[in-house]
């Protein structure tokens, strides 16, 4: 059974920093693309970062140059690095794996505000 489970979420000042780890099991995780995406009140599910099983990441304009996503294989944890918070970055962040299938997890709360 295939299981991401996120964690570091909460509620951080704008201008602030926050990491978020998604731990894996049930997938060979240094095979799988991992990603996350975020969901914001009312707005759809959007990308935000991913990284393959040879390191190549992609950014989405908005978060590049504050976020960075890296990934421990012996771990098999994949990690959102965010710093320079702002408002807008208020979401449900999603863990995503992406192995034969799809597999995504329950999502950790990040809240930015003063």
């Known amino acids: 059974q295939v299981q991401l489970v996120e964690s570091g979420g909460g509620l951080v000042q704008p201008g602030g920093s926050l990491r978020l780890s998604c731990a894996a099991s049930?997938?060979?995780?240094?095979?799988?693309?991992m990603g996350w995406y975020r969901q914001a009140p009312g707005k759809v599910r959007e990308f935000v970062a991913r990284?393959?099983?040879?390191?190549?990441?992609v950014i989405v304009n908005s978060v590049k140059g504050r976020f960075t996503i890296s990934r421990d294989n012996a771990k098999n944890t994949v990690f959102l690095q965010m710093s320079s918070l702002k408002p807008e970055d208020t979401a449900v962040y999603y863990c995503?794996?992406?192995?034969?299938?799809?597999?995504w997890g329950q999502g950790t709360q990040v809240t930015v505000s003063s």
């Open positions: 995503n794996a992406l192995t034969t299938s799809e597999h």
């Open positions: 049930g997938i060979i995780f240094s095979t799988s693309t």
């Open positions: 990284i393959s099983p040879g390191g190549n990441i």
